[in-house]
């Protein structure tokens, strides 16, 4: 069984920066894909940006250039480096994990339970 733990979320102004981590533990094996998922009140969930048991990266066009995913496996753990945030990307990040990297949140078994990221303007 795995289990993820969001930590980092919080309020900042428009141009700031946080950084979220996500504790790994149940650590899987093998292939697998591990990411960042965000989801405003009244929408869909949002993938944000991925990373894959070989070190590919993949991020959503909305956050090129601003996030950094990274992952530390000594430490198990996960983390989302955001600069530069905007109000639009305020929202509840998840992290999760998955066999596959895809941004269909439905393919991701394993859930944490999220911390609020708040951006004003």
């Known amino acids: 069984q795995v289990h993820l733990a969001e930590s980092g979320g919080g309020s900042v102004q428009s141009g700031g920066s946080l950084t979220l981590s996500c504790a790994i533990s149940?650590?899987?094996?093998?292939?697998?894909?591990m990411g960042w998922f965000r989801r405003a009140p009244g929408k869909a969930p949002e993938g944000v940006a991925l990373?894959?048991?070989?070190?590919?990266?993949i991020y959503a066009d909305s956050v090129k250039g601003r996030f950094t995913i990274s992952e530390d496996r000594n430490k198990n753990l996960l983390t989302l480096q955001m600069n530069n945030l905007k109000p639009e990307d305020t929202a509840m990040y998840y992290c999760?994990?998955?066999?596959?990297?895809?941004?269909?949140?439905?393919?991701?078994?394993?859930w944490g339970q999220g911390t609020q990221v708040t951006v004003s303007s």
């Open positions: 149940g650590y899987t094996t093998g292939t697998y894909c």
């Open positions: 990373i894959d048991s070989a070190g590919s990266l």
């Open positions: 999760a994990t998955g066999s596959y990297c895809t941004f269909n949140s439905s393919a991701y078994r394993y």
